[in-house]
């Protein structure tokens, strides 16, 4: 079965400063991969998933970006990090010709 | 684009009892529905799903049921326990890569 890192656990930022999430998975190749963005006491909102190295899809325009170096390393960045990106970031991934997803552990972000 | 609807947003009920919770769909193409448990701090945890060409499915002291001519699918947990007070999402397929998520349901079991 496949097993998903996220690191950092959690992470405390002033507003400005930049942001770098690291999403790594084991035990599958060539997954889609996702970044989630859950606020407090809300649901979940997709903000990128890619299908390989190097392709990105972004659903929702805003100031983070996202990139897979590698088959199984999935990065989330934010040049200037806003207030408003606070929340629970999680990474989830899928086995090609699957429907299921898996997520992360996620990273609780707090910009203050 | 699919659009999930999920109700309630909020759930209590008695230890022992039944709860239901419901979601509705928009995409007639969307061919997968997964339920996701929560718990506080935690992350989404898959409990149960279903594919489109099947209308039940049962897993212990939870189902899951689907109308495809309604477009609606719903989680049934029986003989509810402590352990099963936590936040639950549904989600629909959107295209063959994407899953749309109801906004969830906070189920709370009463002892």
């Known amino acids: 079965s496949q097993t998903i890192h996220q690191w950092p656990a959690t992470l405390v930022q002033p507003v400005g400063s930049p942001l770098s999430l690291e999403c790594t998975v084991e035990?599958?190749?060539?997954?889609?991969l996702y970044w989630y963005r859950q606020a407090a006491g809300r649901g979940l909102q997709l903000l990128f998933y890619s299908v390989g190295i190097g392709q990105i899809s972004s659903e929702v325009p805003q100031n983070l970006s996202a990139s897979r170096p590698q088959d199984r390393q999935f990065i989330l960045s934010s040049k200037k990090l806003l207030l408003s990106d606070s929340g629970f970031y999680l990474c989830?991934?899928?086995?090609?010709?699957?429907?299921?997803?898996?997520f992360g552990p996620g990273t609780r972000l707090t910009v203050l | 684009g699919e659009n999930v609807e999920q109700h309630p947003s909020t759930l209590s009920v008695q230890e022992g009892d039944s709860a239901v919770i419901k979601c509705t769909y928009s995409d007639s193409a969307s061919n997968y529905f997964p339920w996701y448990k929560q718990e506080l701090g935690k992350r989404p945890q898959l409990i149960i799903d279903?594919?489109?060409?099947?209308g039940e499915k049962k897993d212990q002291r939870i189902a899951v049921t689907l109308n495809k001519t309604a477009k609606h699918f719903s989680l049934h947990i029986t003989e509810t326990q402590p352990e099963d007070s936590a936040v639950y999402f549904c989600?629909?397929?959107?295209?063959?890569?994407?899953?749309?998520f109801g906004q969830g349901t906070r189920l709370t079991i009463n002892p």
């Open positions: 989830a991934s899928k086995r090609p010709s699957t429907d299921t997803q898996y």
């Open positions: 279903i594919r489109s060409n099947v």
């Open positions: 989600a629909a397929t959107r295209g063959a890569q994407k899953l749309v």
């Open positions: 035990g599958t190749s060539n997954p889609n």
